[in-house]
């Protein structure tokens, strides 16, 4: 078996155990039962998710990321405040999801890094004044390419990561679906590791109005943790060196905490504590990804920058 098997197959053993830990020591009418039992059990859906987008061959994985980001899409716009006669603009921003995904396949980077910031945001603008409506032109537009941005254009690099060459790590080979598993592994310790640190130690908000649980115990406890697990986990799953993985890891335990607090300040915007009810115990799609609408970008450029 290889590191990717290992790995996975060790995720979904500390999933079972949790889960039955959960059942058997927490009474029937705890509040934590209440709480933690769905937020498990919606961990192993995703895990279920995910394995056919790290094991089967391609289109499917390609199809499945694609779906991630219809469904997120489509969550921040009903987020947010639209106008009726833009509704063709909304088809196209729809219609660009399966194309971005597409260009990932093909491995095109010049089309894929180009597509949503440059032509999506000259076609969508022009399409929208077509309408001939000028009140909330530009709330609605900012609101459509933003949601774009985030939901399709950054999550979208976790495809192209499938489509990087195999090449040979420190530890041996490592594919497009290890470095996926690296970035995906780490964006959700750093989540989990803030949230324990906070619980247990945070006296000290970070930004109280925007996200009054976010400490700076948690922030700094889930920033070394990620940096300590991805020091050991990155060179057995991409081509980092150990030193190179430790600041890898203090890039994504930062950078999936300001993910976090941004997609915090849209929900306080528009009035709402969740994104969603998709994922039971969770929220919304978006509450699960708000951390990689930042990391999964830069690590992409980081890993093809050094070594691509």
Known sequence: MNALSVALALVGL?????????????PESSPSRAEILPRIRTWGG??????PVLLA?????????GLVSFLAFKEFITLTPARRQDRWAFL??????????LWAG???YGMFIIFIPVYLFLFLPSRMVLAGHPKGFLRATATLHWGLMTTVYSLSHMAFLLSLPDGTGPHGMVTGASMLFLLLFLTEINDVAQFLWGRTLGRHAVLPLVS?????EGLLGGVGTTAAAAALLGPLFSPLTPLRALGTGLLIGVCGFLGDVVMSAVKRDVGVKDSG?????????LD???????TAPLFFHLIFYLYY
């Open 14 to 26: 500390f999933i079972c155990l949790a889960w039955l830990l959960a059942g058997l020591l927490l």
């Open 277 to 285: 009810t998709l994922l039971p115990g969770h929220g919304g799609i």
């Open 92 to 101: 196209w921003a729809y219609i660009a999801i399966p194309l971005q995904y």
């Open 212 to 216: 009054p649980r976010k400490t700076w």
């Open 106 to 108: 093909m491995s095109w």
């Open 57 to 65: 061959p391609s289109p499917w994985p390609y199809v499945q990321l």
């Open 46 to 51: 995703i895990f279920l998710f995910l394995l």
């Open 288 to 294: 699960r990804l708000d951390s990689l609408t930042f």
